[in-house]
């Protein structure tokens, strides 16, 4: 018998350009697109337009939407997916005119992906949390059956709609799923206590840079590793041991040379991956994942150095870390994925106009930060990203590891 391959939905990407905001529409709509690919559509067009704010009614103009409309019946769309959330009248409004198109937004596309990607009961938890928060607001008789979890008398008050009951069971729902948080992460904290005394590093940085990579090449470990975004979803923490065993292999600290002739553990954690535009009821959600990058003692801060926007990538994961209060920790930059610049010199990082040589002696030259480049998926440069991690352990407590 012959395999069915399975259909890939049609999609179309829309988005709106405002006077407020920096970034081109078009950097944001590559990105939704990704997720789009990740979510198992296939984007076929963008609509974009200019505009001082969304239409209140139709989030794009009234022409906009006519013309999003002719385009979905003669191509037979299946999703209009909106770089935006829409409120309650806009999607309904849109539903409306877009008949037989299921109308999704980005956090719609994100929750998505995190459902299939969550394993543990942990990120279980965490997912079915934020899709509760999300749809709270946007009932529309959708979610009847959840008033079945919870009955019995005095539940539904007198003259109540079917809307409230609905709205009651869902209330219900997210107080127990918080109330479980609070008890898978007071396990977790148990868990984290039980490791005092070990040295922490977390990997973190923007979905898809190869943090998952770096983690099996530095723990020999097999966490997952896909060429798609939020692949990892829970906070991975293996025990690495950095072996230097030759009397050769020395640090210097504060202008004196300290010799390592001991192995160093320490707990290495890969973390949930960063977005634009990631909404805020995910990260209150994921806080627990993420707190094995803030109580880390040090941050090895991942970047995709071959994707022209790296620089903005850095931005949205510093200002992540800024929101969950890990933005002060002592941090090494790990440039990913220079291999793709082989040999060619004309080829520019980002839009800084510099190859890549150029590129790592001026970032170098500016930055505090200590910084090096290597390729994950070629092993190049790892035993110098070991030194460095092992460098700023023994700077961070030196006493610790005077042998």
């Known amino acids: ?14 988005g709106i350009q405002t006077q407020d905001q920096d970034i081109p529409i078009d950097e944001y709509l590559d990105e939704l697109e990704q997720l789009c690919f990740t979510s198992g559509a296939n984007a076929v067009k963008r609509f974009t337009q200019k505009l001082e704010h969304p239409n209140p009614k139709t989030f794009v103009g009234t022409g906009k939407i006519e013309e999003i409309a002719e385009f979905c019946k003669a191509e037979s769309v299946d999703i209009a997916i909106f770089d935006d959330d829409l409120s309650p009248a806009q999607k309904r409004n849109v539903e409306q005119i877009l008949t037989d198109v299921k109308v999704l937004t980005r956090t ?9 990607n969550a394993k543990t009961a942990q990120a279980k938890t965490q997912v079915e949390l934020a899709q509760s928060i999300f749809m709270l607001p946007r009932l529309t008789g959708l979610w009847t059956h959840l008033s079945k979890q919870k009955g019995g008398i005095g539940m539904k008050g007198p003259g109540e709609t079917e809307i409230e009951t609905d709205r009651r069971a869902l209330r219900n729902r997210i107080s127990l799923l918080k109330e479980k948080l609070e008890h898978i992460d007071k396990i977790g904290k148990t868990q984290r206590s039980a490791r005092d005394g070990m040295y922490r ?10 943090k998952s990579t770096i983690m099996n090449l530095l723990s020999r470990s097999d966490v997952l590793v896909e060429n798609k975004l939020f692949a990892t979803l829970d906070a991975t923490v293996r025990k690495v041991v950095f072996p230097f065993t030759t009397s050769n292999a020395a640090v210097s600290v504060e202008g004196e040379l300290i010799d390592l002739t001991e192995n160093i553990p320490i707990l290495l954690s890969d973390t949930v991956g960063f977005i634009r535009k990631l909404p805020t009821l995910l990260v209150e959600s994921f806080k627990s994942t993420l707190a094995e990058a803030l109580e880390a003692d040090i941050l090895i801060h991942v970047v995709d150095i071959s994707n022209p926007k790296f620089e903005d990538q850095m931005i949205a994961v510093k200002e992540t870390l800024h929101s969950i209060g890990a933005s002060n920790k002592p941090e090494i930059i790990v440039f990913n994925k220079v ?8 080829f520019f990082v980002g839009n800084t106009g510099l190859n890549i040589r150029q590129f790592e002696a001026s970032w170098i030259a500016k930055e505090n930060a200590p910084a090096v480049f290597i390729s994950a998926k070629g092993a190049l440069n790892i035993a110098k990203l070991r030194e460095m991690i092992v460098s700023e352990i023994i700077k961070a407590s030196p006493k610790q590891f005077r042998f």
């Open 339 to 346: 291999d793709a610049f082989k040999e060619n010199d004309d």
């Open 1 to 14: 018998m012959h395999e069915t391959k399975k259909k890939h939905e049609k999609a179309i990407l829309i």
């Open 201 to 210: 590093a977390a990997l973190v940085g923007y979905t898809n840079v190869g």
């Open 108 to 116: 719609h596309l994100i929750l998505d992906i995190f459902a299939k």
